[in-house]
């Protein structure tokens, strides 16, 4: 049928460079990225890394990417109603005591530090006075609904500007790394957009959809769901990125890199101090970097080059063990009398 053609007419050849053939079919496109960051209309610094940097960081597997976001889907119930996914925005977003007040300041005739709280600020965050009171860790008294006093000489602190700074940095609520958020809504529903990443801490959240959030945090991936997802998750990051900038690159060679970065159990990076700096031949290590500290280690330790790699015959003069050289041809010269020609008569 025409699948099964079509199937076999795809397979990868014996002997075939996959190797090279990806890297050469991801890195020609990459040198016409951008180095550029895509910034959310109406949200100040809500930007995400994208183009060559983020490929970059994607393929030297950072262990936090230099723009980390969620992107949070939520359930039937929560993703169809604006006002319900803003009340799961606002569980997401961290809240501390600074975000919901107008000032703090000392009044030295009382000896109190006063806690002005700002109405509009705490009601955008979903926080009242009694959710502040709550996480205060020192004795203090309500002087009006938005109004807290702390009698400063029973604190026990000494430092007026860093009890301050220790109040207002006080966490009422949310998840500590996200700190923004958007609600947009797309493909038909409401989705949360964050700045930050806890994979951990989001997936706890009521009204959240767990089979759909997604972060672009592949350590964090590998960490909560297996070394599988992370696989995935370094498809679909460089893909993405490859998209975005309009080039078009098969999937496959994208795979055999997630393959490779995953195939230990770990995520490894593509350098000296990952896929490369492991591997079994000496002059392949030597030739990526460092090539004198590598010889010398190597030299120390005894270590013997086995010469079945592509690099290492290369260095040498050798044929490669690749396409016709990845197999041997062996003619018996010698021709017995079921090989002689017939007699003409």
Known sequence: SLVVRSYRSSLVEPGEA???????????????????????????????????PRLIEI??????????????????????????????????????IKD???SINFDISRDVVRINLDPGSMRNAGVTTEDVERVLPVPHMREDDYTLLIEFSKTGS?????????????????????RRVLTIFEGGEWVI?????NLGGVLSIPGVDPTRVTTNDICEIA???????ARNALIEEAMGVLEEQGLDVDVRHVMLVADIMTASGEIQQIGR??????KSSVLARAAFELTVPHLVDASLR??????????ENIIIGQSIPLGTGSVDLYMSMRRGKENEPPESG
């Open 273 to 278: 101090h990952g896929v490369s700096g492991e």
């Open 158 to 178: 000494e430092d007026l500007n860093r009890f301050i700074d220790k109040i207002s940095n006080i966490r009422i609520k949310g998840i500590p790394e996200i």
């Open 59 to 96: 393929v030297d597997a950072r262990r936090e990417p230099s723009t980390p976001v969620m992107t949070v889907y939520l359930d039937r119930e929560h993703g169809r109603s604006a006002e319900k996914a803003r009340k799961v925005a606002q569980r997401i977003t961290l809240t501390t």
């Open 193 to 197: 957009k964050t700045e930050g990443s």
């Open 223 to 229: 960490a909560m769901l297996g070394i599988e997802a």
């Open 100 to 102: 919901v007040v107008e």
């Open 302 to 311: 005894g270590e013997v080059d086995p010469l079945k790699g592509v690099v």
């Open 18 to 52: 996959v190797g090279t053939v990806a890297a050469q079919s991801i890195g020609e496109p990459g040198t016409q990225m951008t180095l550029r960051t895509f910034h959310y209309a109406g949200v100040r610094e809500l930007n995400v890394t994208l183009g060559l």
